[in-house]
């Protein structure tokens, strides 16, 4: 029997569809936020907001007809977005209440959970009024207050940020494609803020603002417990790391993306190019230099990092330094002491996790440094990884004047190698910590960077696709917050690899391949969080980057692909 498709006026109700299979019905218009009162949990994961059909939106978003919705919540990387920069606003706001004659800048980020913060055009915060700034945040949480939004001109966006002083903010507006541009209202404060927020100040409850190193931490929950502040530990290398950073940028006078963006139009490209280059060949030969006046202490170096921090191209720019000062590397290789498959354990998920320091074989390990570095020969293992067990490797003695790079994520991990050899050893950290942001309120995430990195690499090399990058990704941050981050401070020395041109650069090489991800797929989300970053940034051709770029080795055409330093 045919069934009868007729028109009819729309009902004024509406029904939205859960993904746990189960369906709500409300009034048609109703905001995202009225459907998942009825659903949410009674847990320590509030949600913040929401994806309706594949789109990420705010919860005030309103249900105008039949949806899919899925929430999202705080221990969702979009959630923990959403509320840190609705946190950001919050303290933005509540700072301008109480000091409107001084400026407020958002550095960096803390491994513990928190943004680095300081203030210009006064001396630091004292304790009283940074605890008087806390308050202030608190009474705007308290009265609830919404965060509102609309789309200005871009013309009247400059006009405000003009009156306001906010010179960076003025420069990024100019190369905004769009005509107009989201701003926000929280009481009497107006400001962009690239991405979503919550509905208001009463959903920002867990914060906290502390002194430390001449500025203060705006602290916040880690996703894994999105509820609750962990213990902040002091991280003075890698603040100092950063500040080296900020230091380059002032240098290239280049101090946020819109600045970098006029240098470009200016035709400075080959100049900032060059001269972000020459500081980080500085820096390189600084630390050999270090490792060299170690020598008689220290014949082994340990290099760790995050993925995509170019860790393989300053490994081998290190040696190339190292060569200059008669020093000879020798680069072990970690992997080849795995433990046969057997002994291999395995993640939650029943899969072998190669990433766990328990997958390598330490006793062997250390046996090996110290025979090596005692001048003795060793017969070194070579992992099989088709059959999944080691095998006989080379035969090797270091000749005088011969040193040990060892690259791998647990380098760092005091559980690597015997105390003993630990403290005769040279530690590196490398990671791109990157220091340039939108604007003074609007960061960029050292992780993005990475990850358009990875996205244009795994391309190039393995043939994967953006979205594949992007979903093997969540499973690579967590591996290095297991492994990593907990012991980046034990370094001797940070090498930053961000370089203040580079997402310029791989803008129109990540730009095609995001392109490609399907509106349908669960990463495409993350793909247009990271298409409408990438627009803030002008392009730079390739032709003026070195051969020996710590870039080449996610673009491709690296002189230093091929090179070796053989220990025989």
């Not at 240098?251 to 819109?258: K, T, Y």
């Not at 470009?264 to 020459?278: K, N, P, T, Y």
């Not at 020598?295 to 393989?312: C, E, F, M, Q, W």
Request: glycine letters at 6%; proline letters at 5%; charged letters at 25%.
């Amino acid at each position: 029997m045919m069934s009868t498709i007729n028109f009819v006026e729309p009902g004024d109700r509406v029904e939205v569809h859960l993904p746990d299979g189960r369906t709500l019905q409300g009034p048609r218009g109703a905001s995202a936020v009225e459907f998942l009162k009825v659903i949410q949990p009674d847990s320590s994961a509030p949600f913040v907001g929401v994806v309706v059909n594949g789109e990420l939106h705010e919860l005030t978003y309103p249900i105008n007809m039949e949806a899919h919705i899925q929430p999202v919540s705080m221990a969702d990387s979009d959630g923990s977005r959403i509320y840190r920069r609705s946190l950001t606003f919050l303290l933005e706001a509540a700072f301008t209440n109480l000091f409107p004659e001084a400026s407020l800048f958002i550095d960096h980020s803390v491994a513990s959970g928190g943004y680095y913060c300081h203030t210009r055009d006064r001396e630091a915060l004292s304790a009283a009024e940074l605890k008087s700034v806390e308050n202030e945040m608190r009474r705007l949480v308290e009265m609830n207050l919404p965060f509102l939004r609309r789309e200005a001109s871009i013309a009247d966006a400059v006009v405000y940020f003009e009156t306001q002083g906010y010179d960076d903010k003025v420069h990024l507006m100019k190369y905004r494609r769009k005509p107009y541009v989201t701003l926000y209202t929280l009481g009497e404060h107006v400001d962009y803020h690239h991405g979503y927020m919550v509905p208001s100040t009463g959903y920002i409850k867990w914060f906290e603002l502390i002194a430390s190193n001449g500025g203060f931490t705006l602290r916040f929950p880690r996703r894994h417990e999105p509820t609750i502040l962990a213990d902040i530990a002091d991280y003075p290398k890698l603040l100092n790391a950063f500040r080296q950073y900020g230091d380059w940028l002032q240098r290239l006078g280049i101090e946020s993306v819109g600045a970098l963006d006029d240098a470009i139009q200016a035709g400075r490209s080959r100049e900032i190019i060059l001269v972000s280059e020459a500081l980080h060949e500085q820096h390189i030969a600084s630390i050999a230099s270090q490792i060299a006046e170690r020598y008689d202490n220290a014949r082994l170096v340990l290099i760790s990092g995050p993925s995509s921090s170019g860790k393989t191209t300053f490994s081998r720019r290190l040696a190339v330094q190292l060569l200059a000062l008669g020093l000879s590397p020798f680069a072990l290789e970690l992997d080849n002491f795995f433990v046969d498959r057997d002994r291999t354990p395995k993640d939650e998920s029943g899969q072998y996790d190669y990433e766990t320091l328990e997958a390598l074989d330490l006793l062997q390990l250390g046996d090996c440094l110290q025979r090596m570095v005692a001048g003795q020969e060793v017969q070194l293992p070579r992992y099989n990884f088709q059959e999944g067990r080691q095998v006989s490797g080379d035969v090797v003695k270091l000749r005088p004047g011969q040193i040990i790079i060892l690259e791998g994520i647990h380098g760092l991990n005091p559980r690597l190698i015997p105390a003993a050899l630990a403290e005769k050893s040279f530690k590196i950290y490398a990671s791109a910590l990157t220091q340039l942001n939108l604007d003074r309120h609007n960061r960029v995430s050292t992780t993005d960077t990475r990850l358009i990195r990875r996205i244009v690499r795994d391309a190039r090399e393995r043939g994967y696709s953006a979205t594949q990058t992007i979903t093997r990704w969540e499973s690579v941050r967590r591996g290095e917050k297991r492994h990593i981050f907990p012991y980046q401070e034990n370094a001797d020395v940070m090498f930053n690899s961000a370089l203040v041109y580079e997402l310029s650069v791989l803008r129109p090489l990540a730009e095609p391949l995001l392109r490609q991800v399907q509106h349908s797929t669960p990463e495409f989300i993350e793909t247009k969080r990271l298409l409408a970053f990438l627009e803030w940034f002008l392009p730079v051709e390739m032709e003026w980057l070195p051969d020996n770029s710590i870039l080449r080795e996610f673009t491709g055409g690296s002189s230093l692909k091929d090179f070796k330093v053989w220990g025989s």
